[in-house]
């Protein structure tokens, strides 16, 4: 049996994210990859939210609007490419002194910083997306930053996609 190859920036350990799935480690199979982190994602956040809602139901949401083509085009669309080019380039940054798990963490706590601007306990749910959309970026890195960063970004879309989806059709 031959063993599972991880993406360079694994080889030395994946720390805390050794709990995570090896395929999101591995960066040869791009569309099961993006499947897989896209299911991680949306998975942990929704069980994140229910938690939080339960333990603080009268939690604010963010205020996202509810213009049709703002919050299709802003949510799905432009939102997943500003913050994943922003993301690669902190991480990019974060990786000259940081191990690649490292620099992942903090890229996901920021994110849960940033997000709770906006509703406090959103970030709470928000950085166990941008755990997967950070872990994404460091395995597809050595590939090239755009292919990393599309990576992410896709990932990124798709864990938007419903939410919006939602947001449009009324079901906030």
């Not at 991880?6 to 480690?25: E, K, S």
């Not at 597809?140 to 989806?165: C, D, E, K, S, Y």
Request: net charge neutral.
């Amino acid at each position: 049996m031959t063993e599972v190859a991880f993406a360079p920036a694994w080889q030395h350990g994946r720390g805390p994210l050794a709990i995570l799935p090896g395929l999101l480690f591995r960066s040869d199979r791009p569309y099961l990859t993006i499947a897989l982190a896209w299911l991680l994602s949306i998975g942990g956040s929704m069980a994140l939210g229910a938690a939080i809602a339960l333990i603080v139901p009268e939690a604010e949401a963010p205020e996202l609007g509810n213009n049709i083509a703002v919050v299709l085009i802003g949510v799905v669309v432009l939102s997943p490419l500003i913050e994943s080019l922003i993301m690669g380039g902190v991480i990019d940054l974060l990786l000259r002194w940081l191990r690649p798990w490292q620099a992942v963490l903090a890229s996901a706590a920021a994110w849960g910083g940033v997000h709770s601007l906006m509703a406090a306990t959103w970030g709470l749910v928000i950085w166990w997306p941008f755990l997967i959309f950070s872990t994404i970026f460091v395995t597809w890195r050595p590939r090239g930053f755009w292919i990393a960063m599309l990576m992410a970004a896709t990932v990124h879309a798709l864990q938007n996609l419903f939410p919006a989806i939602a947001i449009v059709l009324g079901f906030e």
